[in-house]
C-alpha cells in the first residue's frame, strides 16, 4: 500500500520540487516497508527446506542419479558448499517433454542396479516458474517405474518427498 501511496504522491499535484524533509520522510516509509514486509520475512522463511538434508544425501551417495524438478537449486548450494563447480554431476533435470531416449536411458541406469531418485513425485509444489514450464512432464515421465519414498523434510510450502526409483514392474498377461 505504501509503495502505491507514494507513487501516486510523486505522479499527482503539481510538478514541483518536494522539500529535503518530505523527500527523507518518503524513502524512510518505503525502507521501512520493504524492510517490513519483503526482506525480513523472505530471509526468515525457509521455502525449501530440504536445501541441507538434499545436499547431504548428494554428497554421500555420489554414485546415486537426483532426477530433480529444479536442478539448478541444488547445484548452485553444492557449488556453493563445496567450492566446485562440478561437485555434482549427476544431478539432472527432468525433461518438460519426455521422451523415448529418456524412457531409455532411465531404464538402462535402474537395469545397471545404479540409485536413482527423485523428488517429482508427491508432496506439494507451489505455483512457480519451473512448474509452469514443466507441468506435469515429471509424472508421464516417472509413470509405471516402482517408487519407494525414502525421505521425507518439512518446507513452508508441505512436504518434500524423495523418492528412490526402481525397475518397471513387469506387465502381467490378463488370465484367460
Known amino acids: 500500500m505504501l509503495p502505491a501511496l507514494a507513487a501516486i504522491a510523486l505522479a499527482g499535484g503539481k510538478l514541483r520540487a518536494w ?5 527523507a520522510a518518503v524513502g524512510t516509509a518505503l525502507l521501512s516497508w520493504n524492510l517490513a514486509f519483503a526482506l525480513l520475512p523472505a530471509h526468515s522463511l525457509v521455502y525449501t527446506g530440504a536445501g541441507p538434508a538434499l545436499r547431504l544425501r548428494v554428497l554421500t551417495q555420489p554414485a546415486a542419479w537426483f532426477l530433480l524438478r529444479d536442478p539448478n537449486l541444488l547445484r548452485n548450494q553444492l557449488q556453493y558448499y563445496t567450492g566446485r563447480a562440478d561437485s555434482a554431476p549427476r544431478i539432472i533435470g527432468l525433461p ?9 536411458w532411465l531404464v538402462a541406469r535402474l537395469a545397471a542396479g545404479e540409485v536413482v531418485y527423485t523428488d517429482a513425485l508427491g508432496g506439494y509444489w507451489p505455483l512457480d516458474r519451473a512448474q509452469l514450464t514443466l507441468g506435469d512432464g515429471a509424472t508421464r515421465a516417472l509413470n509405471g517405474f516402482a517408487a519407494r519414498r525414502v525421505d521425507s ?10 523418492t528412490r526409483l ?3 514392474a513387469p506387465k502381467c498377461a490378463p488370465a484367460s
Not at 518438460?96 to 531409455?104: T, Y
Not at 523434510?153 to 524423495?162: H, I, R, S
Open 19 to 23: 522539500a529535503p524533509r518530505r523527500v
Open 96 to 104: 518438460v517433454r519426455p521422451d523415448a531416449a529418456f524412457r531409455h
Open 153 to 162: 523434510m518439512a518446507t513452508f510450502f508441505g512436504p518434500y518427498y524423495l
Open 166 to 168: 526402481g525397475p518397471a
